[in-house]
Each structure stands twice: as C-alpha cells, then as structure tokens.
C-alpha cells in the first residue's frame, strides 16, 4: 500500500512539475507582448517623458520556439518566472542595439510616419543550434530566414488594434 501511494505521488508530482514548466515559455510571451507595448508607443522627446525609442512594431517569427529558446536558456527554477525578466532584458537590448543602427535623428517627426518594424527570430549558429536575434524589417524586403514551414510571424501588438494572422 505505501509503494502505490508512493507511487502516485510521484506521477502526480512528475505531472504538476511538466505543466509548471511548460508555463514558462507562455509566461515569457507574455513579457514580450508587454515589450512590444511599449516600444509601440510614440516617442516623446519631453524632458520629463524622454522615450527615446518607440512608434515600432514589433513581431516574432516562430513565437513558441523563441520562447521555448529563450526559457532553457534563461530559466533558473528557484527564482521562476521572474528569471525569465532576463530573457525580456535581452531581446530589449538586442532591439535597442538594432534600433540604433541608423544614421536617423530621433525626433517626434518620426512619430508621423509608418511603423518601424522589428523582427524577433531564431537563426541557426550549428546544425542543431539556434540563437534569438532582433532584426529590422524594412518595407518590401523579405524577412530573414524564413523556416522550413514558411513564414508565420506572429504580430504582438494586438491589443492596440492590430491584427495578422499566424
């Protein structure tokens, strides 16, 4: 009797610790939809505001393996999904870095035009190896590293208005 509840108890303890852990790349989309919330508002360049960076779109190509990516690598199971903040710290460093590729002034002038639009994607550095990277879109270009399956990005700004199937 003490091994079948022993038992059951693992099963129970082994199927509570894979759905808790499949959470985490959801928990981590979150914190990207909320990255892309911010850098989709306008820039403002007001002394007490000073949003340097914003007016962009920003999408995810493949989002359930990037986040998937990014959860094994960032992840730490005694801090939990707060670990994941690194992750989200990263992609934002990656866009920043990207954003500020340019020759461009950044003025509220550009709050006036379409969308810059950024890319989250995994690119292969091995065989079976992939890193996440952030890319500019430009307009009319395809978008870099398409898979096997065709284009699916995935546009996380929804909750502004804006919708593209996946």
Not at 2 to 25: A, C, D, E, T
Request: with cysteine.
């Amino acid at each position: 009797m003490l091994i079948i509840h022993s038992l059951r108890s693992l099963v129970v303890f082994k199927l509570s610790y894979r759905s808790y852990h499949s959470q985490n790349p959801n928990a981590l989309h979150k914190f990207i939809l909320n990255l892309a919330t911010n850098i989709r508002q306008p820039i403002n360049t007001q002394p007490d505001v000073q949003r340097l960076t914003g007016h962009c779109r920003l999408s995810v190509i493949n989002d359930g393996k990037v986040c998937i990516d990014l959860t094994k690598t960032y992840y730490h199971q005694d801090l939990g999904a707060c670990s994941l903040a690194n992750a989200v710290k990263e992609v934002e460093y990656e866009f920043s870095t990207e954003y500020g590729n340019t020759d461009e002034e950044v003025t509220e002038d550009i709050n006036c035009g379409p969308l810059q639009h950024f890319v989250v994607q995994r690119i292969p550095v091995s065989y079976d190896a992939y890193e996440v990277t952030v890319c500019r879109h430009e307009n009319g270009e395809a978008l870099e590293l398409e898979d096997e399956q065709g284009l699916n990005a995935t546009d996380v700004d929804d909750e502004l208005g804006t919708w593209s199937p996946a």
